[in-house]
């Protein structure tokens, strides 16, 4: 069975730094990308980026470049979406799909990530 | 940039009857084009992808036409477990992105 298993639930403060995990099990972790996206509380789907567990290529949307670093660790069949100075606006919830040229077929359950302000 | 608008953003129907949901892109897409359900407290859901090709296990009732840049998502007879959120979403290879409407809120009368 195909799953992606993401780290529990943040409370961080303005300016720290964060790291929350995506861990596949279930197939070749490197045959397929993972991607990140953002869900604002109450608002819609933002797909942030993506990466290639096999060499760690990313693409990211130019709404989120130079605002997150995605990374991935195929020892551990883990990928990472980092933040190094939050902001209350990355107050949302994050998933992370397994992704294809087209789809994402499969989603992990989201990381929550609150930042009060 | 890719901008994928959805119609209508609120849809209310009864249980029994069709459902007809729309997505156009701002340029073609081809069939690049995905349909998601998303409950609430809930991961999304993918239903349909390649336009019209349903994912394992979605329900027949759940179909998907369209192609170029206007895309309809048809439920032939509601559920009243069929009450969510869809997104629409489509892929382009260069540069890569992954782009969603903003939702159409399907909800049981």
């Known amino acids: 069975e195909v799953q992606l298993v993401q780290s529990g639930a943040e409370v961080k403060k303005p300016g720290e730094s964060l790291r929350i995990s995506c861990k596949g099990s279930g197939y070749s972790f490197t045959s397929y990308w993972i991607s990140w996206v953002r869900q604002m509380p109450g608002k819609g789907l933002e797909w942030m980026g993506r990466?290639?567990?096999?060499?760690?290529?990313?693409n990211y949307s130019p709404s989120f470049q130079g605002h997150v670093t995605i990374s991935a660790d195929k020892s551990i069949s883990t990928a990472y979406l980092q933040w190094s100075s939050l902001k209350a606006s990355d107050t949302a919830m994050y998933y992370c799909a397994r992704q294809t040229a087209t789809t994402s077929h499969y989603w992990g359950q989201g990381t929550l990530v609150t930042v009060p302000s | 940039e890719i901008v994928m608008t959805q119609s209508p953003a609120t849809l209310s129907v009864s249980p029994g009857e069709r459902a007809i949901l729309s997505c156009r892109a701002s340029q073609s897409v081809s069939s690049n084009l995905a349909w998601y359900q998303q409950k609430p407290g809930q991961a999304p859901r993918l239903l349909i992808y390649g336009a019209s090709t349903r994912a394992t296990g979605i329900p027949a009732r759940f179909s998907g036409s369209g192609s170029g840049t206007e895309f309809t998502l048809t439920i032939s007879s509601l559920q009243s477990e069929d009450f969510g959120i869809y997104y629409c979403q489509q892929s382009q290879n260069w540069p890569p992105a992954y782009t969603f409407g903003q939702g159409t809120k399907l909800e049981i009368k």
């Open positions: 990466i290639d567990p096999t060499d760690s290529y990313t």
